[in-house]
Each structure stands twice: as structure tokens, then as C-alpha cells.
Nanobody, 127 residues
Framework: QVQLVESGGGSVQAGGSLRLSCAVV????????MGWFRQAPGKEREGVAAIYIGGGITYSADSVKGRFTISHDNAKNTLYLQMNTLKPEDTAMYYCAADFRLRVGYGPLDLRRFGIWGQGTQVTVSS
């Protein structure tokens, strides 16, 4: 019943910015964790950023620290990823994910933690 609806992807020149959104619909309670993952052609899916909803604690991959910011609007039940100073290597399909159960034993950016996934939104950064 729960679905994640992503938007905000597109094409941008290097150095530009994009903001991705992920709306949680069909929910009855807030997720424990939410996160953004990305997968480029020929590469493994990797964690980009995550947030512990209850405390607002955020985590991010080293490759995006200082450039990407994850946030969550509790009133709108929407997850955001503000991406600044985009680089060509940021080009990938970006996926929103939610953990409605506290899965013990996995790190914040471990994809195994997340059970609900969005359809993905493409981000393309040109040089």
C-alpha cells in the first residue's frame, strides 16, 4: 500500500543544482529511516544520503559531503535531496527508499536496511 513517488530529476550542466523530492503516500505512520541511493550504468547501487526521521540525524557518502543535503518535511511526509555543485560523475538513476521497520545490524547507508523503494528518477550532469 505504501508507495514512494520521486520527482525532480533532469539534465543539468556541471556546477548546477537540482532538488529531488520523494513523497510517501499510502502510509499510516512515519518511516524510521529514509535514504537516497544511486546507480550508474555498469556500477553497483550505492548509498548517497540517509536520515533518521525521529531525530533528524543525517548521514552522507564521502563523495557527496559538502555538496548534497538530505532533509525531511514531516508535515508533508516528503524527503528531499538538495544537490549542489553537480559533477558528471553524479550522473545516475536516483532512488528513494524508506525503512518502516528498525532493521538492526545495518549501517544508515546500507541498502539492505530499506524495504520500500521508489521507481527512480534520472539525473544527468553534462561537462
Amino acid at each position: 500500500q505504501v508507495q514512494l513517488v520521486e520527482s525532480g530529476g533532469g539534465s543539468v550542466q556541471a556546477g548546477g543544482s537540482l532538488r529531488l523530492s520523494c513523497a510517501v503516500v499510502g502510509y499510516t505512520y512515519s518511516p524510521v529511516y529514509m535514504g537516497w541511493f544511486r546507480q550508474a550504468p555498469g556500477k553497483e547501487r550505492e548509498g548517497v544520503a540517509a536520515i533518521y526521521i525521529g531525530g533528524g540525524i543525517t548521514y552522507s557518502a564521502d563523495s557527496v559531503k559538502g555538496r548534497f543535503t538530505i532533509s525531511h518535511d514531516n508535515a508533508k511526509n516528503t524527503l528531499y535531496l538538495q544537490m549542489n555543485t553537480l559533477k558528471p560523475e553524479d550522473t545516475a538513476m536516483y532512488y528513494c527508499a524508506a525503512d518502516f521497520r528498525l532493521r538492526v545490524g545495518y549501517g544508515p547507508l546500507d541498502l539492505r536496511r530499506f524495504g520500500i523503494w521508489g521507481q527512480g528518477t534520472q539525473v544527468t550532469v553534462s561537462s
